[in-house]
């Protein structure tokens, strides 16, 4: 029997929306992951951290970006990774006692170089703003040099309110450039750091955006975590969690 007209109208329609459906499924299959190495974050992440994107963690003073950043490099590098670091928030060495305390300790891979740690003087570059787009760019030249695949830049702040708003955006579209060539970078901010034009047009460069907060629940205030976008994620926004910060696991 023969088709009519809207028959194979329809039929080709729905070839091309299986083919659709099949590109989706093996582009998601294809996506790897850096682990967060914690099941239960990982498990809302749907996978962890996807490799070769630009992530942009969002977050006031004390709503946990340094601890996250802390766990994806944990996970990181026991996934055999090389992580490079950039740190305005605190030492080296406090870094590592830091994480040590979470009873993860990365000091033997710092030691054997499978990680770096670079230390940003925030106080002197408050001192010389004008540094603010040099750095920006010594940073670019020195992520699309090194050999590590995941860097982690905590936090962009400091930097980014003395920036000029070009140097900022190019900065973060030669970030993605990068991430195009392999490399998966992490940046923390606090919002305040931007206009609400600049900062939406941050999040629409980057794969992945969380957002981290305070909040009060009764008589407590516990962290939380919102998922506004990632890529690859079935569920592109409002997916949520709650964590804390448990010495013995790190967050939880």
Request: net charge negative.
């Amino acid at each position: 029997m023969g088709v009519n007209s809207e028959e194979a109208l329809f039929l080709e329609n729905e070839a091309f929306c299986e083919e659709v459906s099949d590109n989706s499924e093996t582009e998601k299959k294809s996506l790897e992951f850096i682990s967060s190495g914690n099941l239960e974050i990982d498990k809302k992440l749907e996978g962890g951290i996807p490799i070769g994107s630009l992530c942009l963690l969002e977050g006031a003073k004390g709503s946990g970006k340094s601890i996250f950043m802390q766990q994806i490099m944990w996970g990181a590098l026991n996934q055999d990774k090389k992580v490079l670091a950039f740190t305005t928030e605190k030492t080296s060495r406090n870094l590592l006692n830091n994480m040590e305390s979470l009873k993860q300790d990365v000091s033997d891979y710092f030691i054997i170089g499978r990680s770096k740690i670079f230390e940003i003087n925030a106080s002197y570059v408050e001192e010389n703003p004008e540094l603010s787009n040099n750095l920006l760019e010594r940073m670019l030249e020195c992520v699309n040099e090194c050999e590590e695949e995941l860097i982690l830049i905590d936090s962009l702040t400091i930097l980014a309110v003395s920036a000029s708003e070009n140097t900022l955006l190019n900065f973060f579209r030669e970030c993605v450039k990068l991430c195009d060539k392999g490399k998966t970078i992490l940046i923390s901010v606090h919002g305040y750091a931007f206009s609400q034009e600049v900062l939406y047009r941050l999040r629409s460069v980057c794969d992945s955006c969380l957002e981290l907060r305070i909040e009060q629940v009764g008589d407590k205030l516990i962290k939380t975590m919102e998922i506004q976008k990632l890529r690859g994620a079935k569920k592109t926004t409002g997916n949520m969690l709650s964590f804390d910060v448990n010495s013995e696991c790190g967050l939880k």
